[in-house]
């Protein structure tokens, strides 16, 4: 079988339905970048359908069930309307794997900053983390391929009441 | 005096100097927008050496004793050979501002998603945040205008010994 | 089997008969709102002895047990006399889901303005939450409809001894 | 010197002005539900600017310079354009003060409920803690009156992407 | 099978023996109150004994054994010689449990004036945890009965030395 | 100057004038059980009173400030209606004081048999922290004297909804 | 089967060796006294052995071997050279049973005075917990017996460099 | 003046006076050996005094003034009735300095190796930390002298009730 | 079977392969050094490629699969292009293990020292764990061996933005 | 007045003797490098001293006051016999500043794999933390220059007793 997690603490925070996209997707070689054209979505989002951190649609089931070979009636008993995502819970705080952490020493370091920069061009108020989407992608570069990492929320003012 | 902190808690965190280049900008009414023209860095950036966060270079300081009316020797006192930022440390974990809690909780809802596509795309590493950029934009649109923040890093792949 | 649980980190803090009430309220199509209505309770009310935080009465169990099809003896020995709620330990402190979060964040930006105008109102004392129930209303708004929480608690005065 | 706050740990969380403001409203004993009519604002939108978790307008700080008799010029330096609250630094984590406290239990408890019954009204998001009121209205009731506690958040789908 | 739990959170905490004894207590309806008589023990030392945070004598045994039915061999080879109780690691801390949570909430506002009476009462030292004792007493009252607790501590000075 | 308190850490917890009660009780020598008797309260009460835990009367003011030689304007002028106790910081959690671990320990060996036994007694609910009272007393003893620590509060039912 | 644990939360910290370790000892009553003397070792550092804190030699593996009937094999195979202790992770931080306690107790209240006499009589350095040992004695006393721990650590200064 | 303190951190925990005692302690170059002779006292029970964690007699303040020359009402004052340690703030947990982290890891090795020995020698109950003494010893060896740290704790039995 | 770990909390670190990698190497009484010389790599990535802490590449696991005597088949499935080794969880912070918590000391106690230095040698930037290599020597000494750590990291001077 | 430290948060961990070695190196513009020479020590050593961590010899004291000009009595004031550093508090567990951070994140990822090795070479012990010695060398490279830390400590085998 394949071992499809980067390790054994990840398992416990899968449903067993969430572990079995995985290894499909391991055994048949397919990217996210390819399932994420097959959706129609962003590889960040397809990636967070498998971690349990968004919740597909039926649409977004359909052509699971067909790149992944996975019974359709399987996937929508998972992800039926009972199934609403427990979002968060997948990382340590702060992050204890490198990659993870340098996402998180980027708002540890510069976070005030962002603060004072969107207060000054937006008014009070904040970035939504919830109409968001983000985005990954490769700049090539001579001295290095660079992470552009690309966050975009609806700027959302706070009400007065 | 012109109340130029958000609150009292930042104060103990800051030197006298950055304080006081806060209470210059805030008498001077200049936006970050204007100096990061002035000293032709992104607006984070600037907000970052006023935090305390990064290290301002000779150029730096001369545009900034320039634009805020700051004694150039005062300026070159506190950021000399000696100075070395020590970051990081403004931060509570997990933050209590909502703004900055949003951007952490970008990374705790999709931090596991984004280092499965960063690892599909450029294999074995990490996202610099060193070899970093940050920037804030402003997509307006009809529903309500959008933060953009674009996050850039060198990929560093991990080395093998 | 149907996937009645949002992940996997929720199925050690549920009993085996928890379990199976959401099961079966899963595969019968059944909504907190109707039984809500069946058993004469607020949908949270309901909700909340379904993740083991209220006590059911001899009368809910029994109208639970004609809705959801659980052999009532099941239902009576599972909650029976010498079954109390452990309450409060389904949620992690912060909470890391967004919409649980949200919750908290209220109490931590408006906590002491409240309390401010609790005491100016009522005196000295708290707002129980045990003599204390809580509904969920939908608001329908143009703009987006809006969630409308009431929490209602007895003014408890601090006695004087 | 009137002691218009409750004890010595929250002097270092508000500058000199939201003290100030706190002592003027003391020595004139005005009360926030008098401030609350005003200024047009909920009692707790009173008291969280008091407390420095929300930013007044231009027109709040005039008729609070009338209402405590503090001069328009202070509070405009104060609350100017370069004046952003720093959000949620006022709470321990859980809060201390069984008044708060019991806010916080009500989350912790029937946090999972809740959003059982969002999800199964709402759909797939949260109910925003920004686009937000809240209420503290005083039911009077012969075996106690009760504190009611309403609120009012939009509701924001999760953005798929 | 009887759910003689209140949740599964505290089943790892029991040992098989622990549980049987919960399992019988709930099956032959047997209250600590009656079990306190037969044993000749408070109610609390009883309740203390299941839950393994204190160490039965071989006549409690002999006792509990008869009660309950469970064969003395089983009892004595669990709570024999080698055993001592593990104690103290039932509960999260702060405790989650809004009943427990009181019970600490008690300590944590009147923890330093309880602190400063004895003190005043005995001089310089403790109240002892282990030559201790505890009793839950009801008092009934027209506006609500009252549960008194009284705990019963040796106390100890402070050897110099 | 008297040294009234037991170290420098608890010193910026207390307001002045808080403080200064203190240090009069000190320099006149005046025992809580004194001012007990003098104020018509429990020793623990007058203690928590001293402490911040609980908020005066107007009549325990003005027996205070005749017992303890402060002019009444103070008094009123401190603990006026715009003072409500911020209850609960004291403490560190846990306790480090051995004396305060000691009743922490109490509720943490024993508070699961005790809440077993509440649950049996009364039902389910909470015994409550704030309709509530604490007294300490001396019972003599030929092997040491021991204290008795009753607790005393009202039982609240869960209310159903 | 003998119940050797004192409870299940200790038991996913050993390897089934050593839960045969203990078992073993207790189903042979033998007291680590007796087996102090077969393996000429201290009371404390055999314990530890069962404990999986020290490393047993070839000449310990065959006195335990012989001692508590275990097939040498067995043993080695466990302890051969692969073997190295994870030290320190048995107890929480702080730790909850009061036995525990009280000796962390110790260094929380004597640590710092401690120090301040270790180093007034040896200089610049630490007292060593590797090369270490550790012994309990009974001094008997007609007021109750003491403990009496002894540690005894070689002092090592810091090195200059 | 003499920098009698090891760094600043220690300070806000010092009262006044116990820093005058060090301070007096460094310019008169007297040792807790010395001091110990003349208080009659170990030397770790002298420095805990210094520490603020044991409270001197009338006796021991009258010695302290004369080996000191610290005027003795300043003593009595600051140590009077009203003065009752508030122990175990001074230590991080768990400690940071080397020299007490040894101490610390002493325990969370060889702690339950100890409290299993206990128990066989003593039977259920714990070591006193309060009928409790503690001395430091210097063993000369030719490999380097060692630490020869004993404490001395009452054994204390669990009370049935 | 041989125990091939050090204790049972490691385990569900581990994935089986790992569990695996480790077992063979037990029974062949294979040295990570005489692997280090087939693989080529340092000691340390060696052992870090069992613990999960480095992707071994293709030509790693074809020499390991002839080493340890496991199917190719077997390694290139679990190390497949869908493995990221998920770092850093194995450690708890602080560690508990006096070897591990003597290296996090080093940097605890001289980190701050390390960071001055680095900084005046090198300018404003970090020493990289990525780009970076360790290994172990034994320096062998009359007074003892000693264990000589190098650790090598890329020095990422800032990037101005 | 010259900026000498990198923020307001490190001043309260030093002593005003420790400020005052900063800021005679940084108006005197002497390098670490430099005091190494002229003290005969590693230059982390020396750093180690104007931090508090280390503790500085009578021969360090002249050197240093004649390089910085600072008079020998106000060093052996404060260094003198009574003077013994309280070492480890300067950084925050984890480290917030990147530098830090990564120095930590080596032990988090690679402290088990080092641990591993180390058993292997030398048997059961530690590398010890206090006869230890820590240096940082530039490594000139074509692809950016490589910071070597070589950490050197006694191999400190366990004392069986």
Redesign the interface.
């Known amino acids: ?10 398992q ?4 067993s ?1 969430q572990t079995r996209l ?1 290894q499909a ?2 055994e048949r ?1 397919i ?3 390819e399932l994420a054209e097959i959706l129609g ?8 359908i ?6 597909p ?1 039926e649409k977004d089931l359909a052509r699971l069930s067909k790149a992944l070979n996975i019974p359709m009636s399987h996937l929508t ?46 008014g ?13 992608d ?2 090539e ?1 001579p ?19």
Do not use: C, W
Request: neutral net charge.
């Open positions: 079988m394949i071992s499809f997690l980067q390790n054994n603490s990840m416990p925070k899968l449903t339905l995985f997707k391991a070689k990217s996210f970048a979505h962003e590889e960040v989002y397809v990636a967070a498998f971690y349990g951190q968004a919740k649609t008993e998972a992800y039926g309307p009972q199934f609403y995502p427990d979002r968060g819970g997948l990382m340590e705080n702060p992050p204890t794997d490198p990659l993870l952490y340098r996402l998180y020493e980027m708002i540890q370091v510069f976070g005030y900053p962002i603060k004072a920069v969107i207060h000054e061009k937006f009070d108020g904040i970035m939504s983390a919830i109409d968001f989407s983000a985005k990954v490769k700049e570069h001295n290095g391929d660079r992470v552009v990492l690309t966050l975009n929320g609806k700027f959302l003012p706070y009400k007065q009441f």
